[in-house]
């Protein structure tokens, strides 16, 4: 990996570097990568099945609704986001739907894997030291009010920071505030959690450690960065 020093190229190119694929065949439901019990016991097997099935199936069928005979069905999702304000609400939140649970999905593994070393560094240089990201990112999740997502994204100078987005926004999106790639999300909606944990919000947040996959997060800002 480059330094983040050397991280401007992709400066005013968010939409042809957010981690697009390189050729576009359609928008596709992701599989999930794991067995709907392997996060336990930090998310239980049926809260994953529900979430998956139902709830991600259900934004991505709407998203498909909601695009259906208009170019945005031959337009990946991270380039729809980009211009997210020139679209009906629907496609903003079924969209997001679809994305977000994708990134998330994909950014948990069963078995922990330590940071590499050089996104160690990233995160040393944008945040002091790894627990203070972790706080600082806890700390979102835990205290944003209502349904959202609690992010660490790069932003286009090749920083790191973190950031909530109500509903289904991202940060890929031109409406929120301080925008970036994603590079770790977590699901802070009720449904992500109610079946296990109830109210306890904050014990989710602290268990969503143990099941983050960084080497996944890693290749995000390599791509990014790249
Ligand atoms: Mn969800």
């Known amino acids: 990996m480059g330094t ?8 005013g190119s968010l939409a042809s570097c957010a981690a697009a694929p390189e050729k576009f065949e359609g928008h596709k439901f992701p599989d999930l990568g794991y067995d709907f019990n392997a996060l336990e016991p930090h998310i239980d097997a049926l809260t994953m099945e529900v ?34 304000s020139k679209h009906p609400e629907s496609v903003r939140n079924n969209g997001g739907g679809f994305y977000n649970h994708a990134l998330f999905w994909e950014n948990m593994t069963p078995t922990g894997i330590d940071i590499p070393a050089a996104f160690k560094t990233a995160i040393e240089k944008d945040f002091g030291s790894v627990d203070s990201m972790k706080e600082k990112f806890s700390q979102a999740a ?10 660490l994204s790069v932003n286009s100078n090749g920083k790191l920071f973190v950031s909530t987005t109500p509903n289904q926004d991202n940060p890929l999106m031109d409406i929120v505030g301080e925008r970036g790639i994603p590079l770790l999300s977590l699901d802070v909606w009720e449904h992500a959690y109610y079946l296990k944990y109830q109210n306890r919000r904050a014990e989710y947040v602290d268990n969503f450690w143990n099941l983050v996959n960084w080497k996944v997060v890693n290749s995000r800002l390599e791509k990014a960065i790249a």
Do not use: C, R
């Open 51 to 84: 979430h998956y099935t139902k709830h991600h199936q259900g934004y991505f069928n709407n998203f498909m609704k909601a695009i259906d005979g208009t170019v945005l069905l031959e337009t990946p999702v991270e380039q729809i986001f980009t211009g997210i």
């Open 4 to 11: 983040l020093a050397a991280a401007t190229p992709f400066i």
């Open 142 to 151: 835990k205290t944003l009010f209502g349904s959202g997502w609690a992010w």
